[in-house]
């Protein structure tokens, strides 16, 4: 059983276009996020939803829209997709108000040509 | 805002040495600090956790110390392993009005050479 799953796994798309992630957790978690993987590693996130509602909206273009239709899903859609948004996409779901870590899923890979 | 920084960025060892990762955090409401381990090509997972309440946890040949004062934890890993070779993120979070907010380290690459 496959806790949080993305699709697609691998996304190769030309510039301009628009593209969507899903993300489905089976955890009963209440807050799933969107985090974006540079070339370098680096984590950072774009988006946190609790219960279908934003609660965290970093600095993101608006081209990027999230969409949590229950809370058991988080989409994320692209618009006028740019060279620089090449990077993977990874899901995540936890447990709050307690602290507790992260289940992330698979991740996508995005290649904007 | 939360700010932690994480280091070495890289770390090399032989098989069986041990290897230390630090990080320090700046915001002293953070009160969760988990470590993520993200093979290559995959997802980053959560191999051990510490709340402030604690300073220090282990499991097997990991252990995590914290201290608090100092606003620094590190990651501890003995008899190291080639599977050992990872990027290892820390992680400053805290619970703010209803949700996790969670600050990452910028990972550090560890290599165990055989």
């Known amino acids: 059983d496959t806790a949080v799953s993305q699709t697609p796994k691998y996304l190769v798309t030309q510039m301009g276009n628009d593209k969507s992630i899903k993300c489905e957790q089976n955890l009963g978690h209440d807050t799933m996020y969107w985090y974006k993987q540079d070339s370098k590693k680096f984590l950072k996130i774009m988006f946190s939803?609790?219960?279908?509602?934003?609660?965290i909206n970093e600095t993101v273009p608006n081209r990027f829209s999230p969409k949590s239709p229950d809370k058991a899903h988080l989409n994320l859609h692209i618009n006028s997709l740019e060279l620089g948004d090449s990077a993977v996409y990874f899901c995540a779901s936890s447990q709050v108000p307690e602290n507790y870590g992260y289940t992330f899923g698979s991740g996508t890979r995005l290649t904007v040509v | 805002g939360e700010n932690v920084e994480q280091h070495p960025s890289t770390l090399s060892v032989q098989e069986g040495d041990s290897a230390v990762i630090k990080c320090t955090y700046s915001?002293?409401?953070?009160?969760?600090f988990p470590w993520y381990k993200q093979e290559l090509g995959k997802r980053p997972q959560l191999i051990i956790d510490?709340?402030?309440?604690?300073g220090e946890k282990k499991d097997q040949r990991i252990a995590v110390t914290l201290n608090k004062t100092a606003k620094h934890f590190s990651l501890h890993i003995t008899e190291t392993q080639p599977e050992d070779s990872a990027v290892y993120f820390c992680?400053?979070?805290?619970?703010?009005?209803?949700?996790?907010?969670?600050?990452f380290g910028i990972g550090t690459k560890l290599q165990v050479i055989p």
């Open positions: 510490i709340r402030s309440n604690v």
């Open positions: 915001d002293s409401a953070s009160n969760y």
């Open positions: 992680a400053a979070s805290k619970g703010s009005g209803g949700y996790q907010k969670v600050t």
């Open positions: 939803y609790n219960n279908k509602e934003l609660i």
